[in-house]
């Protein structure tokens, strides 16, 4: 994609320090990083949203991700715990839109953390959870 930095990445226009690289995905250092080892991997098929991946990129992005969390804990990187993190779409606070997984390595007390919103402790009814399950239901199938 012309302007895709992610995608100038894949084709080596724009450095990147690589972790791990096959002939679907390629896995590099996030340079603004939320924990030290913040590393994103990114399918070089381009797509900006997640259900536009093939499945085979769709299962070679984790299964990368995978091997990158196992790695981290390994590397002498401090990390206690791994997020594992796909914001999809803007609203999800997705900044560059081709897709990409964070792995980030995480540890008591790093002061990185999901915030929960203002109700998140109303749990909705059997009933609207049933409907709400029946209506995704309905567009996976369809």
């Known amino acids: 994609m012309g302007d895709c930095?992610?995608?100038?990445?894949?084709?080596?226009?724009?450095?990147?320090?690589?972790?791990?690289?096959d002939e679907f995905v390629l896995a590099f250092m996030d340079i603004q990083p939320i924990n030290k080892g913040h590393v994103l991997v990114i399918p070089k098929k381009h797509a900006a949203l997640v259900h536009e991946l093939d499945d085979d990129?769709?299962?070679?992005?984790?299964?990368?991700g995978r091997?990158?969390?196992?790695?981290?804990?390994?590397?002498?990187?401090?990390c206690e715990a791994v997020n594992l993190f796909i914001a999809d779409g803007k609203a999800a606070g997705q900044e560059v839109f081709h897709v990409h997984?964070?792995?980030?390595?995480?540890f008591e007390g790093d002061g990185f953390?999901?915030?929960?919103?203002?109700?998140?402790?109303?749990?909705?009814?059997g009933e609207e959870l049933a409907e709400m399950a029946g209506r995704i239901k309905d567009a996976v199938e369809g």
Do not use: W
């Not at 990129?57 to 990368?64: E, I, P, T």
């Not at 997984?101 to 995480?106: E, F, G, S, Y």
């Open 5 to 21: 930095i992610f995608c100038k990445i894949i084709e080596g226009s724009i450095p990147a320090n690589k972790v791990y690289e």
């Open 57 to 64: 990129s769709a299962s070679k992005v984790f299964q990368a």
């Open 67 to 78: 091997k990158i969390s196992a790695a981290l804990r390994k590397s002498g990187t401090k």
């Open 101 to 106: 997984l964070h792995v980030i390595p995480r």
């Open 113 to 125: 953390g999901l915030k929960f919103p203002d109700g998140y402790e109303s749990k909705p009814t």
